[in-house]
Every structure is written in C-alpha cells, then in structure tokens.
C-alpha cells in the first residue's frame, strides 16, 4: 500500500484484518510498520481460540493483510495531506 501511495521513507500504522493464510483463521491487525532503508515490523494482530472463546494477540514479522485495513501513512514531513481511498 505505501508504494501505491508513493510513500517509501516513514510509517505505516492502523487496524486490518490480519494475513489469514498465515494466522490460519481471521485475525485482527494492529499495523505498525517503519518503511525505507531499515524497515521494521512491529505487527501484532488478535484472534479468538474457537475451543474456549478466549483471546490472544502475538507479534508477527508479515507486512501483509487480508481483505482490507485503514492505514495511516506518513513520510515524516510537513505539507499537504492527501486523502486516497483505494479499492482492490
């Protein structure tokens, strides 16, 4: 999403639904991703146990989501803001 909104230096932050294919069930995303040159990935998503109903949340290094997710992006720099809504 960052390089369809030309951001490639800065943050990724916001809510989704997390990478089933790799949770294996549906999840829900906490994004927090640095971008550029070092990039980071401080993700955590959350799912139900179907056994108990209890809840969990666990970090995971995948920068992908499912479906759709409300992200926050920012280069860091002061100016315009731009407001995209992208359909897939």
Sequence with gaps: MAGIAGVSQ????????????EIGTNSEMMANVRLGDDPQ??????????ED????????????????????????????VCIMELIK
Excluded: E, Q
């Design 10 to 21: 800065g943050l990724a932050v916001g809510a989704g639904a997390g990478p089933w294919p």
């Design 41 to 50: 990935v401080k993700t955590y998503v959350a799912k139900v146990n179907p």
């Design 53 to 80: 109903g209890s809840a969990s949340t666990y970090p995971i290094k995948s920068d992908a989501f499912a479906l759709m997710a409300n992200l926050y992006l920012s280069n860091g720099k002061p100016g315009k």
